[in-house]
């Protein structure tokens, strides 16, 4: 009699499927610029678009993708990439935004104030928030938000929608933050600590 032997569910090989069933949303690594995994840096497609030319053969396809790259430590990047490919276009849109990267001024998990900025007819609120509140935000914000590091932060969308003027908005927004030390230091100014208050002593009662 023949022996049978039970694999465990983790030893079983995966089987080929059709369309999206083996990709789950959001359980993928994010992916670098030569398809592999960064260690470093964040990589995050916004928004696709896709353009159509009627010529004498038939309709010429072409695809701009949005990109947005960070270190989650106050470092991000914005790029927009366009070709006859999808993933041509997020390469390339991936590698202009690792070109484009800046610095932007962060207080821990947070940003240091409120701030209100437009770009084209996007216009974005972003106000400081305590810590554990996380990233109340949409989509196109959060992705920008998420890559330059900020966890605790409120926003608001008050304007067009259009992916790229959004980014750009967020990323406008960001850029006009300052530290107090910078703010100080720019004016020549010394920041002071302020001792905290001691609590008078008691004198003890008499009989």
């Avoid at 569910?9 to 995966?14: N, S």
């Avoid at 490919?85 to 207080?107: T, Y």
């Avoid at 928030?129 to 608001?156: F, M, Q, W, Y």
């Amino acid at each position: 009699m023949a022996d049978i032997t039970k694999t465990k569910p983790e030893d079983r090989v995966p089987r080929g499927g059709r369309g999206r069933r083996n990709k789950p949303p959001g359980d993928a690594p994010e992916l670098g610029i030569g398809g592999q995994e960064s260690q470093e840096l964040t990589e995050k497609v916004v928004f696709i678009n896709r353009s159509s030319k009627v010529v004498k053969g038939g309709r010429r396809f072409n695809f701009s993708a949005l990109i947005v790259v960070g270190d989650r430590r106050g470092r991000v990047g914005v790029g927009l990439g366009k070709a006859s490919e999808v993933a041509d276009a997020i390469r390339r849109g991936g590698e202009l935004a690792r070109s484009q990267m800046v610095s932007v001024s962060l207080k821990d998990a947070t940003i240091p104030h409120e701030v209100f900025c437009a770009y084209g007819g996007a216009k974005i609120l972003l106000r400081p928030a305590s810590p554990g509140t996380g990233i109340i935000a949409g989509r196109t914000v959060r992705a920008v938000l998420e890559a330059a590091g900020v966890k605790d932060i409120l926003s608001k969308s008050l304007g067009s929608n259009n992916a790229a003027n959004v980014v750009k908005a967020t990323l406008k927004g960001l850029l006009s933050l300052r530290l107090r030390e910078d703010i100080y230091k720019a004016r020549g100014f010394v920041i002071k600590k302020v001792e905290a208050a001691r609590t008078p002593e008691v004198a003890p009662a008499t009989a």
